[in-house]
């Protein structure tokens, strides 16, 4: 039985693979699904970087004057929008690249790792707080326990010390 080849519908895709065009001089590039969309290139995110660091920043700049300031052809408003959003939380792995040779390629698998490390460096976070709460908890038990034990032994010494008072005052009367 002879199997055919066929490739996979582009909704079953993931988004690196699939088939990308390059849109004009703009070096925009967008995927061909049904709903095409932005890919960040390394050139394109540094001109968005270098936009918002003459805007004053990621909390001064709006995706108006950093369309304005970038200049590229078919990028809109939403693609900004969606990017300063991102750029603002954080979530952009890779703020600045100063080797323009890093392809692609590169940058997403840089961007996957850093995610991964940034999850598991979170993770990690988590559960050492986790260690922590549970430890001060333990201590906190332990300093309660000795305090009732500090206690307990005051008030045996305060009674020692009451009968040998009584023992001493009861002598010297007689």
Not at 41 to 61: I, N, S, Y
Not at 137 to 164: D, F, N, P, T
């Amino acid at each position: 039985m002879e199997r055919m080849f066929s490739p996979k519908k582009p909704s079953t895709m993931n988004s690196h693979d699939r088939p990308m065009c390059v849109q004009g001089d703009s070096g925009l590039v967008l995927t061909t699904d049904p709903k095409p969309r932005l890919r960040w290139t390394v050139e394109l995110h540094e001109r968005f970087v270098d936009a918002v660091t003459q805007l004053g920043g990621p909390d001064k700049a709006t995706p108006k004057t950093i369309m304005r300031v970038m200049g590229v052809k078919g990028l809109t408003l939403y693609h900004l929008k969606s990017h300063l959003q991102k750029f603002r939380l954080g979530k952009q792995p890779h703020k600045e690249f100063n080797d323009h040779s890093i392809k692609d390629a590169s940058a997403l698998e840089l961007q996957r790792n850093t995610a991964s490390s940034s999850a598991m460096i979170g993770r990690n976070m988590n559960e050492m707080q986790i260690e922590v709460q549970r430890r001060l908890h333990e201590q906190l038990e332990v300093q309660k326990h000795l305090q009732l034990r500090i206690e307990a032994q005051g008030k045996y010494m305060q009674s020692i010390l009451e009968k040998a008072y009584q023992t001493l005052a009861g002598e010297n009367m007689a």
